[in-house]
């Protein structure tokens, strides 16, 4: 048994996005399920919600940018109709499967199908739930395909050089300060009328552009990563620095909510010099931490790995029934009167080991890869092919097997929908109390 390799791959891209994915899935459970014998919430830890928030600024805008840096892998080996085709196969068909299927939607199928096309809706009516992440990509990925057809068509025109003049300035300046100017821009716009919701209202325009970017990022790949690594120190430096004014943000702008947004509401001027300096210290903030992950996953992570390779491949499945599974695990964890330690790791475990069993059921079939949006990589491990007769068997299993999941799964589906169950999030917005009391309703129906 080997290990193939591609010496085009970014293997420290796959490996961010398997910890950030991972980081989301724990998160989830960890916000939501956490229901033990003693009172203790996460929301009551200070410490936790600090890094919470921090990481909230970030760990969204680090994952676009990873799409947009694979997108760009994508769509360089593809015509854009190859590309669009594969989009919707990918993304679409998991999106509307587990709206409708594994998220309650066909309780009442007019009512998911109004909220599926209704333009921002709310965390309270979003029928794709947790699935916003997927939802967005669609539409960015639809929405940029000419940008992506002009960059390949154009890879010395204006916009390419311009990014790689940016990269290239002294210090990496540019890299720097240039993005948080794009991202800021978009905030002055429309952060100061509503507070921002799971990828809505003003965060919608800003993942767009960190997305666009992850992309354009890739039209300099060389001058890029070694950028990279000539900042990065320098990235740690100026990340722990800007952590401490994100940190003292409020004060120091003197702007309501500066960081979700709604300061207009609030009496506060929509526009001003404390408005647009808030703003673009925020992007920056947000920024260095993408490039600083990004610069020291670029020297420790870029070589082949096993468990990346195969985690790599499970974390999109994983992403989408995470939530169902989050649900069971809680429900197992719930009749154990654990205490909260104890009972967070052991419903985490479960929760994992739940998800890896049910991509190993849906990837051994043709029928699974499509409805959970599983890709086989282009690295992966090789052995000996089965038998013909050993192919078909493992075939009828996994389908059978599968089928029993998923029916499983639309159960918890129809009680989620039955009881208009809110995904959670790690935005500010969210209200924690409401969401674990609607939760624990469904766990304790198990």
């Known amino acids: 048994m080997q290990l193939t390799t591609d010496a085009n791959r970014r293997y420290d891209v796959d490996a961010l996005r398997v910890i950030l994915f991972g980081l989301l899935i724990w998160l989830h459970y960890v916000s939501l399920c956490t229901w033990t014998s003693e009172p203790t919430s996460l929301y009551t830890n200070k410490t936790a919600m600090t890094v919470i928030s921090v990481m909230h600024q970030w760990r969204l805008a680090a994952l676009f940018v990873i799409s947009g840096i694979g997108t760009a892998f994508a769509f360089g080996r593809r015509t854009w109709q190859a590309y669009l085709n594969e989009r919707v196969v990918r993304l679409l068909i998991p999106l509307l499967f587990a709206t409708y299927v594994l998220l309650g939607g066909f309780v009442d199928p007019g009512d998911t199908t109004a909220r599926l ?4 809706p709310g965390i309270g009516r979003m029928p794709y739930g947790h699935l916003w992440f997927i939802y967005n990509l669609l539409i960015y990925s639809v929405a940029l395909t000419p940008l992506f057809v ?3 068509r154009n890879p010395d025109g204006y916009l390419v050089q311009g990014v790689r003049a940016a990269i290239n300035m002294p210090l990496g300046l540019g890299l720097l300060l240039v993005p948080p100017l794009l991202y ?6 429309f952060k100061p009328w509503v507070a921002g919701e799971v990828g809505m209202w003003w965060e919608f325009p800003r993942y767009f552009l960190y997305f666009a970017v992850g992309y354009l990022l890739m039209s300099a790949r060389e001058e890029y990563f070694s950028a990279l690594e000539r900042m990065r120190y320098l990235l740690v430096v100026l990340t722990i620095a800007m952590t401490f004014v994100y940190l003292r943000s409020q004060s120091i702008f003197g702007v309501p909510d500066v960081a979700i947004g709604g300061w207009a509401s609030q009496g506060h001027p929509a526009f001003s010099i404390s408005v647009a300096v808030a703003a673009y210290t925020l992007e920056l903030h947000a ?11 670029a020297r420790m992570l870029n070589r082949p790995n096993r468990l990346v390779a195969y985690l790599n491949q499970a974390v999109y499945c994983s992403y989408i029934i995470h939530i169902n599974m989050a649900i069971v695990a809680a429900a197992i964890v719930y009749r154990f009167h654990l205490g909260y330690n104890s009972g967070l790791m052991l419903g ?3 929760q994992t ?3 890896l069993a049910f991509f190993e059921i849906a990837r051994r079939s043709r029928v699974g890869q499509i409805l959970f949006g599983i890709k086989m990589p282009s690295t992966k491990l090789t052995k000996e092919p089965a038998s013909a007769w050993q192919q078909r068997s493992l075939s009828v299993l996994s389908i059978s097997v599968l089928c029993c999941s998923v029916v499983a799964m639309m159960l918890l589906g129809w009680q989620l929908g039955k009881k208009h169950f809110v995904v959670p999030n790690t935005s500010e917005s969210e209200t924690p109390q409401a969401v674990s009391d609607n939760a624990s309703k469904i766990a304790s129906d198990f």
């Open 117 to 120: 096309f209704e333009i921002f």
């Open 150 to 152: 002009y960059v390949r």
């Open 184 to 189: 800021s821009f978009s905030n002055v716009l």
């Open 287 to 297: 920024w260095l931490w993408c490039l600083c992950i990004f610069s020291w996953a």
């Open 348 to 350: 985490l475990m479960i």
């Open 353 to 355: 080991a739940l998800c």
